[in-house]
């Protein structure tokens, strides 16, 4: 099934709005993060938000869920 994941920061900057996964959902969050890491769409310290929630590795994406990618941001 393909599920959009939402992209922030300086991963937008680098590859768009988002990007289109083709995953069996139900799915762990550590799966997704796996597919994305192979395809270079990753900064280390990145955490994946499921319905605008920070996930864990184990827990369980469903369709319908709103999946984003916030990388590590810093400000002063």
């Known amino acids: 099934m393909r599920t ?3 992209l922030f920061a ?3 900057s680098r590859f768009g709005e988002e990007t289109i996964l083709e995953v069996e959902l139900p799915a762990a969050v ?3 993060e796996a597919d994305l890491r192979e395809r270079g ?3 280390e310290g990145a955490r ?3 319905n ?3 996930a864990s590795s184990g827990d369980r994406v469903n ?3 709103e999946i984003a990618v916030v990388p590590p941001v810093s400000g002063g």
Request: glycine share 10%; net charge positive.
């Open 4 to 6: 959009s994941v939402r």
């Open 10 to 12: 300086s991963l937008r």
């Open 30 to 32: 550590g799966d997704l």
């Open 41 to 43: 769409i990753w900064t």
């Open 48 to 50: 994946i938000a499921v």
């Open 52 to 54: 605008h929630r920070f």
């Open 63 to 65: 369709q319908g869920d």
